[in-house]
């Protein structure tokens, strides 16, 4: 069965170094997704993707963070300037286009924990 | 913006009994609510999802209800065995145009006592 992948599963860096994540979504997949979960709490939507715009994102979602479908198959958060508090695991998500049947389903990626020192 | 309420924060059940997790929600337009199944250190999976024009869903052991007009859903686990201990978290969504906006509740961690 198709996943969504994402690496690195571990990123560590310094506070204010620049970071980027990827993903790889499903492949008939249209709408992208990340999340990001702080060690014990709850998952937060940061901005939703498609059709090469960004198409929704949450306050959490400023400046400092962008997002790029570089090429056909990879989907990249990137984070400027990193600050301690960005340290959480981010979970990138794909679905298929509409809304019929199971077709609104997201499917999470295994997620990248970023550590912050 | 919308704001997702769960209660409880932990559940201990024994084999074999049921959990009840219940989420509350504030916008209207949300038309959406999946509940993710999330194991320690792994991805958040959908276990069952529920249509705004639905008042109810099941799938077997699982079952799923909406209240609209209250705003409020519960998730329902009949006979729960070891492997259903786990993190449950509800979710609402608005779905417009194809793309989704989801809102995370707090999450239920849910301990099944063999």
């Known amino acids: 069965e198709p996943e969504v992948t994402q690496t690195p599963s571990h990123q560590v860096t310094q506070m204010g170094q620049e970071v980027i994540l990827r993903c790889v979504p499903i492949?008939?997949?249209?709408?992208f997704y990340w999340y990001r979960q702080i060690l014990g709490q709850k998952v937060e939507f940061l901005v939703s993707f498609y059709n090469n715009e960004i198409s929704e994102k949450s306050e959490i979602f400023d400046d400092q963070f962008s997002v790029e479908r570089p090429d056909g198959s990879n989907f990249t958060l990137k984070i400027r300037s990193t600050k301690l508090e960005d340290s959480a695991m981010y979970f990138c998500a794909s679905s298929e286009a509409g809304w019929g049947g199971r077709s609104n389903e997201q499917f999470f990626g295994p997620g990248t924990r970023l550590t912050v020192l | 913006g919308e704001n997702v309420e769960q209660h409880p924060s932990t559940l201990s059940v024994q084999e074999g009994d049921s959990a009840v997790i219940k989420c509350t929600y504030s916008d209207s337009a949300s038309n959406y609510f999946p509940w993710y199944k999330q194991e320690l250190g792994k991805r958040p999976q959908l276990i069952i999802d529920i249509r705004s024009n639905v008042g109810e869903k099941k799938d077997q052991r699982i079952a799923v209800t909406l209240n609209k007009t209250a705003k409020h859903f519960s998730l329902h686990i009949t006979e729960t065995q070891p492997e259903d201990s786990a993190v449950y978290f509800c979710a609402a969504s608005i779905h417009s145009g194809g793309y989704q906006k989801v809102t995370f509740g707090t999450g239920t961690k849910l301990q099944v006592i063999p």
């Open positions: 492949s008939n997949h249209l709408y």
